[in-house]
């Protein structure tokens, strides 16, 4: 399994980014994938989830409304699309993925909104 991210940058607050990331080394289109991220000094977080067909997301409260995940199941990529971006969504953000128990994890991609 390898998951690469990318898309990450400096942004200012009120901007938009766009992070996303490629899969390869499994069924892509079986299996939920997820954006979690982690700031400084805090705990790794989920951010959204989407199901193995794109039918179905999850958001945690702090990014509704502002953030969307999509699919791409005949290119094996997830996309973050994240608007209207804040300083308290610095952080490095990682692509994840659960499979038969186990967690996997991309490098993360580092995400800094400040002006």
């Known amino acids: 399994v390898h998951l690469v991210e990318s898309g990450g940058g400096l942004v200012q607050p009120g901007g938009s980014l766009r992070l996303s990331c490629a899969a390869s080394?499994?069924?892509?289109?079986?299996?939920?994938m997820s954006w979690y991220r982690q700031a400084p000094g805090k705990g790794r977080e989920l951010v959204a989830r989407?199901?193995?067909?794109?039918?179905?997301?999850n958001y945690a409260d702090s990014v509704k409304g502002r953030f969307t995940i999509v699919r791409d199941n005949a290119k094996n990529t997830v996309d973050l699309q994240m608007s209207s971006l804040k300083p308290g969504d610095t952080a490095v953000y990682y692509c994840?993925?659960?499979?038969?128990?186990?967690?996997?994890w991309g490098q993360g991609t580092q995400v800094t909104v400040s002006s």
């Open positions: 994840n993925t659960l499979i038969l128990g186990y967690h996997y």
């Open positions: 989407i199901s193995s067909a794109g039918g179905s997301t």
């Open positions: 080394g499994f069924t892509f289109s079986n299996y939920a």
